[in-house]
């Protein structure tokens, strides 16, 4: 039927304002908070308050599975498009505030049109139904399959490949993870539990945290698994998860927990969250993982025979530290990771030195004779190379761990025991639940020993070259030679 001369002003008129809004708009394109190590991770013009994770599991690996995203964020400044990091899933529908949204993608980013120009300060709700797709590559991370399920590794920038969001870890949020899955498969997630309903051949799972996460420390476990439960210090609830076959092997390892949480607490005070346990998934990763509340460890490295007691025990303590430094206290940017990796060294090796006579000072002289050669492999611990796009788990370097210890070493000989003892309750009580910077930790250090420490840090934080060690006039660093890139997240060294 032809227009009538009213229906065709009305088409003209909405021909107008699209043919308007395309104009005023650039194309879509991938956006970033500035991060020099991951240019495009994160999101420009809001603050996530939360997610909320549906996930439908059909009990294979094979192909991707329903998901349904919900994010309840605050503008900061006015928005036309909201860009969410997302990839390797397909999109079916978006809702902003309830209402149909028009969507593209640009790199590994979700371009979001929102129906309305939001106002900075606005709450703002974005409903994304989408796939979740488990058959990524280990190398990248993601979605880590195991025999029995799924686990996941999202550290440094793969949590995007699991589910849509702000994926950097300056804008932490609450996360609440609902998971459909067959009945005879367990599911556990961060948190603590928020009920289960069964229906039919499938249970759904329900799971909180009590406290914001950064998206790279988000985990769920899918398997034939056993949970156990036992109390650890002040009564905090601790939870394991393991493969069900392996309870009573593994029983000798996880019942260390709470005497390894007594003496984190002694030595910086109470642990941060709601429960913590260890998810013991038969994988084979090359790292073990500090997934908030419920730390990610290859079966192997308990089962195997290559490791000594005391280093599966240090490992353990390494990935309880970073509940505080990295979890509790994250890094506003990547190229903060020494303040992760570091700590979480140092206090395995500080746990080492105690529990197996492992001489720290042993551990630091060696390291310092090889700190020039891991500098100039990777850069300076707070100036870390940009990591191979290929290969991003290779920003996980020697420098950042022992290397970065090393620094820790050297300030306490600099300022001495009680003022660095003062330094590390400070910053973990002071920044918890938040995410804090490289100068921030400068600067607290330089107010608890009331002296400028600029140049200290400056030296053995951005310097090619190691400075000299305080009080060890002695010691020397190694010529430079080849060293190995990365060795994954949160894996002490090897023992020799």
């Known amino acids: 039927m032809p227009l009538t001369s009213r229906r065709l002003r009305a088409a003209l008129l909405a021909t107008a304002s699209v ?65 969410l990091d997302f990839a390797r899933g397909a999109v079916r529908s978006v809702e902003v505030n309830g209402l149909h949204a028009d969507f593209a993608t640009a790199g590994e980013d979700l371009v979001v049109e929102t129906p309305s120009r939001l106002p900075a300060g606005m709450p703002v709700r974005i409903t994304v139904r989408h796939t979740s797709d488990p058959s990524g590559d280990k190398a990248n991370g993601g979605w880590v399959p195991t025999a029995d399920g799924l686990a996941m590794a999202n550290q440094a920038d793969a949590a995007h490949r699991v589910f849509p969001g702000n994926d950097h870890p300056a804008d932490k949020a609450f996360f609440t993870f609902r998971v459909t899955a067959p009945k005879n498969l367990t599911v556990v997630a961060g948190g603590l539990p928020g009920g289960k309903r069964d229906d039919g051949d499938t249970t759904t799972w329900t799971y909180r945290t009590e406290h914001p996460m ?39 390892w996880l019942k260390k927990t709470p005497a390894q949480l007594d003496w984190m607490e002694k030595q910086v005070g109470p642990y941060p969250f709601e429960t913590y346990g260890l998810l013991v998934a038969d994988t084979e990763t090359g790292f073990e993982l500090e997934t908030q509340t419920l730390s990610l460890f290859e079966r192997s490295l308990f089962t195997g025979t290559g490791y000594p007691e005391w280093y599966v025990d240090s490992v353990m303590v390494h990935e309880l530290a970073h509940q505080w430094f990295g979890n509790s206290v994250s890094p506003r940017s990547w190229s903060d990771l020494w303040l992760n990796e570091g700590h979480a060294t140092w206090y395995e090796a500080r746990y080492a030195e105690e529990h197996a006579q492992k001489p720290m000072e042993r551990r630091m002289r060696e390291a310092y004779a090889r700190s020039d050669t891991w500098r100039a492999a990777g850069g ?46 400070t910053w973990v009580r002071v920044h918890r639940d938040g995410s804090a910077t490289t100068r921030q930790f400068t600067e607290l250090a330089s107010r608890v020993a009331r002296r400028d420490l600029t140049a200290f840090f400056d030296g053995w934080l951005y310097g090619t070259k190691t400075p000299p060690m305080p009080g060890h006039p002695d010691w020397r660093t190694e010529a430079p030679r080849s060293a190995a890139g990365g060795q994954g997240p949160a894996r002490a060294p090897k023992p020799e």
Request: no cysteine; charged share 25%; aromatic share 6%.
């Open 380 to 425: 300076p611990p707070a100036r870390p190379d940009v990591p191979t796009p290929d290969h991003k788990i290779s920003l996980f370097r020697p420098v950042v761990y022992d290397g970065s210890a090393l620094i820790l070493y050297a300030l306490r000989e600099e300022i001495g025991e009680a003022a660095f003892d003062r330094l590390e309750r």
């Open 19 to 83: 043919t308007l809004v395309a104009a005023t708009l650039p194309a879509p394109q991938p956006l970033g908070i500035g991060d020099r190590l991951f240019p495009h991770l994160g999101n420009p013009g809001y603050d996530v308050l939360s997610y909320d994770i549906s996930l439908t599991y059909k009990g294979r690996n094979t192909e991707p599975f329903d998901a349904v995203t919900t994010i309840d964020a605050r503008t900061t400044a006015p928005l036309e498009r909201i860009n």
């Open 214 to 252: 950064a998206t790279e420390l988000a985990q769920v476990s899918i398997g034939r698994s056993a949970v156990l439960h036992r109390t650890g210090p002040r009564g905090l609830p601790v939870r394991d998860v393991v493969p069900a076959a392996d309870r009573a092997k593994l029983e000798p």
